[in-house]
């Protein structure tokens, strides 16, 4: 059951638009709705309304927003949703501490209130965290996987992350001093003279409700080799080379995945934390090109 508002921008053209360009445009126009679960309202962005479903799954804390620029490019060749995570945006909050666990069953919530039977997910840092637990829970539904800028969460990872995160940590105070804490622990890993990017992870942070901090915990409480065994549909593991946090993992990650019908590796050169807005054309490229030699003999 779902609720959509229209919130697309309509471009000004300078021509009149051919049938076939207003027809490019509304398939790739982005709306916006709500969809009712027992876990409360979530909130998503969706365009595109061929073949299997891709949905797509944010880093912490960030929201559909991260996707922006990615949805209408892949949305030309299939139906792409992008959520705001349980937890996360303008999605309903669980209470008490955050787990990957919990993320994953709302994406399954989400699928199941749009009627979704297969679909495809992307996951984003913490996304491909609950990327990683979706596609072993629920093996059956998950046509194919995309694990863009992955931590191998094992115990090494849980190890040094046990005191905390060292990013989106600062108290609330009078001045509002801890944004530009926030801004300034983010900034050396984002893009030369790209505040923009910084200004929507400042935004998203300020959500209501939202720790900012937490969905960084629920990684380090998450015990990934337990259940990386258990996905078996076809896997990229995709990674920006300028990304310190996450580039390193990737060979962990693809030897890892031991029972996925097919493993992949792409690397996006110059590719950063923010890299799905900073680079959306490469990244779509890999995903599309991926996602279109999946068939139904790959599950």
Known sequence: ?????????????????????VSVRD????????????????HYAEA????????????TPRSCDEFAELLPLIASSRRVIAMDMYGFGHSA???????????ASGVLHLADALELGHFSVLGHHTGAVVAVEVAAAAPGR???????????TGPEYRARHRDGPSVDVAERDDDGGHLLTWWNQRAPYYP??????????VRDALAP???????????????MEDRVASVSAPVLVLGGDADPFSFPDLEVMRRSLVTASSVEV???????????EQLPAAVAGAVTAFLNGRTTVDR
Request: proline share 9%; hydrophobic share 35%; with cysteine.
């Open 48 to 59: 595109g309304s061929e073949g299997v479903p891709l949905i797509c799954l944010h880093q």
């Open 27 to 42: 398939a790739t126009a982005v709306r916006y709705g709500y969809a009712d679960t027992p876990l409360g309202q979530l």
């Open 266 to 276: 792409a690397v996006v050169e110059g590719g950063t934390i923010p890299m799905m």
């Open 209 to 223: 409700g939202v720790d900012p901090a937490e969905g960084h915990n629920a990684c380090a409480r998450y015990v």
């Open 192 to 201: 030369a003279h790209r505040p923009d990017l910084l200004d929507r992870f």
């Open 142 to 152: 998950v046509h194919a996987v995309v694990l863009s800028s992955p931590s191998f």
């Open 93 to 103: 909050t669980p209470s008490g501490p955050q787990s990957i666990e919990q993320y």
């Open 1 to 21: 059951m779902r609720g959509e508002t229209d919130r697309s921008r309509t471009p000004i053209w300078d021509a009149p638009l051919s049938t076939d360009a």
